[in-house]
């Protein structure tokens, strides 16, 4: 993280609820039961042992972005998006990489305007902490963030969401 801090010139803002910048409407009780349902399936491969990276994006990932209403033809899923290269100011330092989902805004992409990303998604085994895609995470959003005032971001290892 200190890299990205140092590199990309951001720093971190600590904000205690995700409800001062989205008002959400409460869970129906099918939504709380498909839910638990995500949850149940995932336990079960957890307690196996570890769960992979594709396993965390399948398992609980697509399955909560169904149910978030992600998959509609507005918008277009990708994965293992490569980012853009990025070339550090007064650094010797070039940037290259993947994303493991993101979900762009297929209206804007059709017309030729700078494609508007929706959300980042980073996803990590069992075994790794959810922070640990925090870096990657950020660094995707710093060139997009050049051409769009804010993009919602995830990390997880299926475990832990941030």
Same mark, same amino acid.
């Given at each position: 993280?200190?890299?990205? +801090? ?38 079960? +491969? +957890?307690?196996? %042992?570890?769960?992979?990276?594709? =396993? ?14 992600? +998959?509609? $033809? ?5 994965? &293992?998006?490569?980012?853009? =290269? ?22 804007? =992409? ?21 922070? &640990? ?5 950020? $660094? ?6 050049? &051409?769009?005032? %804010? ?12």
């Amino acid at each position: 993280m200190n890299d990205v +801090y140092s590199l990309l010139k951001f720093r971190e803002q600590l904000n205690d609820s995700i409800s001062s910048l989205l008002a959400l409407e409460p869970l129906t009780e099918l939504e709380s039961q498909e839910i638990l349902k995500i949850r149940e399936v995932f336990r079960s +491969y +957890y307690d196996a %042992g570890k769960v992979t990276e594709g =396993q965390v994006r399948l398992l609980p990932i697509a399955q909560l972005m169904w149910l978030s209403g992600f +998959y509609q $033809t507005a918008i277009k899923i990708t994965l &293992e998006e490569n980012i853009a =290269q990025i070339d550090v100011e007064d650094e010797d330092t070039i940037i290259k990489g993947r994303m493991d989902i993101l979900a762009v805004n297929r209206a804007q =992409q059709r017309t030729g305007i700078t494609t508007f990303v929706i959300l980042l998604i980073e996803t990590k085994n069992s075994t790794v902490n959810a922070l &640990e895609g925090l870096p990657q995470l950020l $660094t995707y959003a710093y060139r997009r963030l050049e &051409e769009q005032s %804010g993009i919602w971001g995830l990390t997880t290892n299926g475990l832990n969401y941030q």
